[in-house]
């Protein structure tokens, strides 16, 4: 059974850092190729940054030089470090395999973490 627990969300300044992480259990995840959405209240859920198991990673445009995605084969985890923050990052933040869109509503999510960024 596929378990993915989110954590170190929360509210920040504009201009802050934040380091999300997200522990996977139930998947082979040395395997699988892992991934960063967020959803903003009204929006879709949309790709953030991905990273293969090789370690190779891409990024959203809107994230790009501000984001690192990582992880940690050993401990099962991913995690996203998020440096200066702005408020259309607030948004709540989930990690998965990574996945096409046209699934996302079918797919088990975690309970995601949240990200406020405001002054």
């Known amino acids: 059974q596929v378990q993915l627990v989110e954590s170190g969300g929360g509210l920040v300044q504009p201009g802050g850092s934040l380091r999300l992480s997200c522990a996977a259990s139930?998947?082979?995840?040395?395997?699988?190729?892992m991934a960063w959405y967020r959803q903003a209240p009204g929006k879709q859920r949309e790709l953030v940054a991905s990273?293969?198991?090789?370690?190779?990673?891409n990024y959203a445009a809107s994230v790009k030089g501000r984001f690192t995605i990582s992880r940690d084969n050993a401990k099962n985890t991913v995690y996203l470090q998020m440096n200066s923050l702005k408020p259309e990052d607030t948004a709540v933040y989930y990690c998965?395999?990574?996945?096409?869109?046209?699934?996302?509503?079918?797919?088990?999510w975690g309970q995601g973490t949240q990200v406020t960024v405001s002054s």
């Open positions: 139930g998947i082979i995840f040395s395997s699988n190729t």
């Open positions: 990273i293969t198991s090789g370690g190779s990673t």
């Open positions: 998965n395999t990574l996945q096409l869109p046209a699934v996302y509503m079918y797919i088990y």
